[in-house]
């Protein structure tokens, strides 16, 4: 790659672990490498063209989104009975992609798993952004946007209250929630760079504007104690949440009567396919990032490998629960259920039912392949088509569902029209604004967490113990043991 | 003690163009900061810290310092989450009290396709989504409280030297305020753990 050759660090000899962080033997130089593209003083040229292409999407959502909004959801390809369609696949889709994010820093966390420092702290942001994303499709779908507040408990002067046993309403309180909380994981883990980014700044506004957000950090010990410890519970609280959020979600589907959407199969399949989702979206972001920036010493081949593996075992778990989905309509004997599935893979919807399982069972088996899962230009487009397949299986569960229900007098076929396409393409231009600035502005890594995992940051690191000083120049390759670990 | 402290405080006022804050030592990796903060700690001082770039694992023992007790706190918050929900959807959807909450509302028993008027069961993922919500936010208010953060300033943070705390280098503060705080004793105190070097700070007098 572009004279760069990709260290192999994925085989572990037995006894030491290959090390995370390659190449830099102090502290210092990993600052430096993860702060260099907030410093430079512009932006790589590939970083402005997509920026431009993303702030026209954005212009053009602004427009679908204000056209839709002074006209009526009637601009939109809705009818009866496909009420719901692009807006809520869209919705399922980007709250879907967040779920990577939120395991990475929360679950990963929790299991201990050090690789994870590497990549969590743009997983996160990527959370947030689809998030954002995610909320805006709900929003407007409601029609009358100005009415929204009735979602949320106001007193008001019809004197009503929403209606709690709404899985609509659950999904109000879980995506919020899910999205305060995320945001204050991101923020909290944030501080102690944003601390080196105003430590480093040579302009006084970026000393001001960094120094605000750090909040006066000063690396002190008896903060770091009660830091780490609010880390850990933010981490213990994200867990039970983020499987909670798609869990939601799928009750959306799956607690109403629709042949195609009743099934007690949801939660955990919605659950699977959002990480399955979200880690193909890290590796889409991950893998131009750490070209572009210069970050392959500390997203490395161990990483994009281990990322590659989770798709591979979250994928074989949605193309199980495809496969448990078709035998229990047949199973249960149901007759509207058995419909509901040969039309989902041979009916009006059928090419949208086969690229789905094409890009969502059938190509990330290559990733069982080694040399698939290392080599950054398959696991790119692999994970492209997991984008693709991703955004298909919600399509496919709410649209071929809707079309043909019960009555085969009531069917119809929903077509999008070119508001419906406009703003699906504009959340991504959003979500590429947000991502891009993102890069241009914060450490893409987590530079005190990534410090924490190198083996000398133990104070019993074999290069200490020597008085060698501040030499250090033995390679990294030593397992940390559990000097990395945050636990206090 | 009290009075040596005491004393140092006010001819520093009077008399010096800047008061003294801390004195900060400056050491080259953690093997080093973890056996000068166990020196320290031994030597009796209170207002003390370490600075590091990361937690330094072992430093908490060295340091001596005591459980936090944020988890009980954010247990509590928690729980008042757990009942806000609770109490939440049960007033709004079941029963038709009226109190005074900033403004006068009353309750709405809706009956939904036949559902219990307490249908707890299809409460609970607000119920623990608040939950959820009352915990984290109160993890990091109170995680940022205890911390006495936000600061705009603090001065340290006008200390050149202490910069690279941030970065790759790691420090102990102690502060002139703490009762065992004599500037030459404590200097040679710090400089006997091998310090790579001491420096004191003021407080800005601009």
Redesign the interface.
């Given at each position: 790659m572009h004279g760069f050759t990709e260290i192999d660090n994925t085989a572990d000899t037995p006894g030491t672990r290959a090390p995370l962080v390659l190449g830099a033997t102090?502290?210092?130089e990993v600052?430096a490498t993860v702060c260099r593209p907030n410093e430079s003083t512009r932006p790589p040229m590939a970083w402005t063209v997509m920026f431009v292409i993303s702030l026209l999407l954005v212009m053009n959502l602004g427009f679908c989104v204000n056209y839709l909004i002074f006209t009526g959801v009637g601009v939109w390809g809705l009818n009866n009975p496909v009420m719901w369609a692009f807006d809520i696949t869209n919705f399922v889709f980007w709250v879907g992609i967040g779920h990577a994010g939120t395991l990475i820093s929360a679950i990963l966390f929790l299991f201990r798993q050090k690789w994870r420092t590497g990549i969590n702290r743009f997983a996160e942001a990527m959370t947030i952004f689809a998030v954002i994303c995610a909320g805006l499709f709900p929003g407007i779908h409601v029609g009358r946007v100005w009415m929204a507040y009735w979602l949320f408990?106001i007193?008001n002067q019809m004197?009503?209250?929403?209606?709690?046993?709404?899985?609509l309403?659950?999904d109000v309180?879980?995506v919020s929630?899910y999205f305060?909380?995320s945001l204050?994981?991101w923020?909290?883990g944030l501080i102690?760079d944003l601390?080196?980014m105003?430590?480093?700044a040579k302009g006084k506004v970026q000393q001001i504007a960094y120094g605000?957000f750090a909040?006066?950090?000063?690396?002190?010990?008896?903060?770091?104690?009660?830091?780490?410890?609010?880390y850990l519970?933010?981490a213990a609280?994200?867990t039970?949440?983020v499987l909670?959020v798609h869990s939601?979600v799928s009750?959306d589907f799956a607690t109403s009567q629709l042949p195609g959407w009743h099934t007690t199969i949801f939660p955990p399949y919605f659950v699977a396919g959002a990480i399955f989702s979200g880690f193909a979206m890290v590796v889409t972001l991950a893998v131009p990032a750490r070209e572009l920036f210069g970050l392959k010493n500390l997203i490395t081949l161990r990483h994009l490998d281990n990322m590659n593996k989770v798709i591979l075992v979250t994928g074989c778990m949605v193309g199980y629960a495809y496969g448990m989905e078709f035998f229990i309509a047949w199973y249960s004997g149901a007759l509207y259920e058995k419909f509901a599935f040969m039309n989902r893979a041979f009916g009006q919807y059928a090419w949208a039912y086969w690229i789905m399982v094409s890009c969502n069972v059938i190509t990330p088996q290559l990733f069982w392949s080694k040399t698939v899962r290392t080599s950054i230009p398959l696991m790119f487009i692999l994970s492209l088509f997991v984008n693709v397949g991703m955004w298909f299986e919600r399509f496919v569960i709410i649209v071929s569902s809707l079309a043909n229900d019960f009555l085969p007098t009531s069917w119809d076929k929903f077509v999008p029209t070119w508001v419906d396409i406009g703003t699906m393409l504009g959340a991504f231009g959003l979500f590429g604004v947000l991502f891009l600035l993102f890069c241009r502005f914060l450490p893409m890594i987590a530079?005190?967490?990534v410090?924490?995992v190198m083996p000398?940051?133990?104070?019993?690191?074999e290069g200490?113990?020597h008085g060698n000083?501040?030499g250090?120049h033995v390679a990294a390759a030593h397992e940390p043991g559990?000097?990395?670990?945050?636990s206090? | 003690m009290t009075t040596i402290a005491t004393q140092i405080r006010t001819t520093a006022a009077t008399g010096a163009p800047a008061r003294l804050n801390c004195l900060l030592a400056e050491y080259e990796n953690p093997a080093q900061l973890l056996a000068a903060a166990e020196q320290i700690r031994d030597r009796g001082y209170r207002y003390w810290d370490c600075h590091t770039p990361f937690p330094v694992h072992g430093l908490d023992r060295a340091m001596g310092i005591q459980r936090t007790l944020l988890p009980v706190m954010v247990f509590a918050a928690g729980a008042a989450g757990c009942t806000a929900g609770l109490v939440l959807q049960l007033f709004t959807n079941s029963f038709e009290f009226t109190v005074w909450a900033m403004v006068w509302v009353t309750g709405y028993p809706f009956l939904i396709s036949g559902k219990p008027a307490l249908s707890i069961p299809a409460f609970i993922p607000v119920i623990f989504e608040l939950t959820v919500l009352f915990s984290a936010l109160s993890t990091v208010g109170l995680m940022l409280l205890l911390n006495h953060l936000p600061r705009l300033h603090h001065p340290l943070l006008a200390c050149n030297r202490f910069r690279r705390a941030s970065d790759d280098r790691f420090f102990i503060s102690i502060e002139a305020r703490d009762p065992r705080f004599y500037r030459s004793k404590t200097e040679a105190d710090l400089r006997a753990t091998g310090a790579a070097a001491v420096e004191a700070v003021t407080e800005g007098d601009d």
């Open positions: 102090r502290f210092h600052t408990p007193p004197e009503m209250w929403p209606q709690f046993r709404s899985p309403l659950w309180f879980a929630t305060t909380v204050m994981f923020y909290v102690p601390a080196t105003r430590d480093r605000l909040l006066g950090w000063r690396g002190s010990n008896r903060h770091w104690h009660r830091y780490e410890r609010a519970l933010l609280l994200s039970p949440l909670s939601v009750f530079i005190a967490e410090k924490a000398q940051a133990d104070p019993h690191w200490w113990q000083g501040a250090a559990e000097s990395g670990s945050r206090a | -």
